[in-house]
């Protein structure tokens, strides 16, 4: 004959010094399903032989407290927020095994969002969801698990779903989902079947060790001090009234899982110095040109979305740095340009630029009529305005301003590269100006266009502006 | 050296790349959505981690749950989402996992519009979310400082185990700037509170929850035992022209630069105008401040919003000078020229 001797999980404390020095009986009540499911959980840890890489995330409600219990590495949550958490610890740690264990409150209720988006992303997470329909922590109010007819603090006539709509299956939820690889309802009504949730338990933490996926556990449990009965009571109200409603039994168990997992221990390290040479750290300048400003540039860009306003004040201040100047660049963003107009501000200086805003340009290039009709008369006396006479057919009125008049579209459309006609406002703005030169206008280009073809329209471009320049200026 | 034309909401994020940042998550949300774009570009290529999260109550879940496993996590959001994240701000202090979040202002309330304003001020600097807690606030002014408070953050927010702010603005983040990248990249140091999943890290345990009054008024007085240090460890600004200045502007990001111009301004025209611009804004410059009330004739603090940094200015100099606002709300941001025209219209009464 031989004796059984049984003996507390490893992955348990001995006695749980964080609730209390020497305390040897858990903080849940009498009858709870908690200390069940503790233990069910603590010996499979122990078998799979993880205690050390397991990393606890605790919800909000009665196992609140699980830290007190387990001895492996322990986060508390926000309340719902447990699969989240998770999901980063999954990313940040590879090797660790990540356990979410959640109520209905948390899971159902408040984390609806967070545990479907996590089994979604088919988080290689385990999930441990008890659902006791009903909340335990705060006092017995009602669960989205409460089931219709079932009297709670907040539902004292019993739930009614014309008021409080049904109860929520949890697992038939996560298996409307592709990404999960096991999903299992289970009840504590009884020995038997103890010893199935037992085995989900077992299964849904090996999927992890395998690197399987997002593995999921209902756990039908009792609550027998909110549901007001005893404990034998509550396990028999359990069968004949839970299981009815949210049935046990396997909803999904995956040899693998849908999507092959990047091993990242096989993937090559990426050195620091490949990571300077991504973000560019310690390129060459192009060149730091001798430019004398007359004085500070303070420009505005105008006309359609799609003419290359925006882009090409992010030439004009790329060419800026090249001459090593101090410049900024602004763009009008938002219902502006979805209404097809937008503009771009920048400034050109050799000193510190204070406002990025030219809300008074000494310089305006404008690309069609709307742009000129807004901004002509926001222009500083003695300032020039530069105008695409092929879409804004008039004059400009101002007369204390120097005014260009060129019909850069008309002349773009010549090369066969309307997209370029910005550019030829913009040599012809570099000629007059003096504020960048030709020879960095020629250099920066290939620098920020990728396309070769793209490159050689521009170069055309700037030929054109130069051309326009000495025939008119 | 070569310098990079880019927007200050790509600036943070090379920053944070270069200050050792091994995760994003993050939402996205106009007018920081280039934060998250070049995340998404920059993080994978450079071997760290980027996830767009379903919402910012997870993306913030996120940077706990990857700040506790070691990580040196970021994200970036704006107003709208920053009051989702409010929940998870305050488990983070509580807790006390370092984390970054860059905060690109924008008009509010509400849903308000994608325009900068800065009147997520009170929020984030006075404790964004439950409980009496803070974190280290930067306010960055250009492209470059995007970077370079991204690029210094995580330090801090390791050092402090709190998390850092970079409370920027819809221009500070459409901005494009020269900006000079820090040549070294810093690695993330192991951390001997974290949970990595081995047996050195069993027993820790991250939680904010203390079950003992005594225990949790004792929590709190660390907590604010570490801001009352920081207070005296690291508050930066900058000043401009304050040696003789007689009117001095406040002003932090947007704002500051244009103060910056209307400084320049005034003092052609022969007032003697200077500006102090916190870069931190938790701590405050107080101190600082209260030195300049004593020397200057009047303060005008500049914001966009209804008056949010001015009661933190008024504190400092507690009545010894006359503190004035000058707000806009709803967007709309100011011309030097407005601000100039007002100053002197300001001196002008005060000397008839």
Known sequence: MHTIKHQKARSLYPTFERKAPGADVSHYCPGCGHGTVHNLIAEAIDDLGIQDRTIFCSPVGCSVFAYYYFDVGNIQCAHGRAPAVASAIRRTNEEAIVISYQGDGDLAGIGMSQIVHAANRGENITVFFINNAIYGMTGGQMAPTTILGQKTVTTPEGRNAANEGFPIGMAEIISSLQAPVFIERVSLANAAKVMKARMAIRKALRNQVDKKGFSFVEILSPCPVNWKMTAVEARRWLENNLEPVFPVGNLRDLPKGPFDRVDKKKVARISNKKILEILGVGEEEVHAGTVQLQEEQNIKIAGFGGQGVLSTGILLANCAIAEGLKTTWLPSYGAEMRGGTANASINISHTTIGSPIVSFPNVLMVMNLPSLDAFEDTVRPGGAIYVNSSLAPRKVRREDVAAYHIPVSDMANNLGAIQSASVILLTVYALVSGAITIETLQKVIPLSIKRKNLVDLNMRAIEAGIAWYGENC | ?352
């Open chain 2, 1 to 352: 050296m070569g310098q990079h034309l880019m927007k200050g909401n790509e600036a943070v994020i090379y920053g944070a790349l270069l200050g050792g940042a091994t995760h994003y998550f993050g939402y996205p949300i106009t007018p920081a959505s280039e934060i998250a774009h070049a995340a998404a570009d920059l993080f994978p290529r450079c071997g760290r981690h980027f996830l767009q999260a379903e919402c910012e109550v997870s993306s913030i879940s996120m940077l706990y749950g990857a700040a506790a496993a070691g990580a040196r996590v970021i994200t970036g959001s704006s107003g709208p989402g920053l009051s989702l994240m409010a929940e998870g701000l305050s488990y983070l202090s509580g807790s006390e996992l370092p984390s970054v979040v860059v905060d690109v202002q924008r008009a509010g309330p509400g849903l308000g519009y994608i325009w900068p304003e800065q009147a997520d001020y009170n929020f984030i600097v006075h404790g964004a979310g439950h409980g009496s807690h803070s974190g280290v606030v930067l306010a960055p002014n250009s492209a470059q400082e995007m970077c370079d408070f991204a690029y210094k953050a995580f330090e801090l927010a390791e050092h402090y185990r709190c998390t850092v702010f970079i409370l920027s603005d819809a221009y500070i983040g459409q901005i494009m700037e020269p900006v000079e990248l820090p040549r070294q990249i810093q690695t993330n140091p192991h951390k001997d509170w974290a949970l990595y999943g081995d047996a050195k890290s069993r027993r820790n345990l991250l939680s904010s929850i203390y079950l003992k009054m005594e225990e949790l008024e004792g929590h709190n007085l660390h907590l604010q035992g570490k801001y009352r240090r920081m207070e005296t460890e690291i508050v930066d600004f900058e000043e401009v022209l304050t040696d003789d200045a007689e009117y001095l502007f406040v002003a932090y990001g947007i704002s500051s630069r244009i103060c910056h111009s209307a400084v320049n301004e005034l003092r052609k025209k022969g007032i003697k105008a200077g500006m102090l611009r916190p870069k931190t804004l938790f701590p405050f410059p107080s101190v600082r401040l209260r030195q300049l009330a004593g020397q200057v004739k009047k303060m005008v603090v500049a914001e966009l919003s209804n008056g949010q940094m001015v009661r933190d200015v008024q504190l400092a100099v507690q009545g010894a000078v006359p503190v004035e606002l000058y707000s806009w709300m709803g967007g709309r941001i100011p011309a030097t020229d407005e601000i100039v025209r007002r100053l002197e219209k300001d001196v002008a009464a005060s000397s008839s």
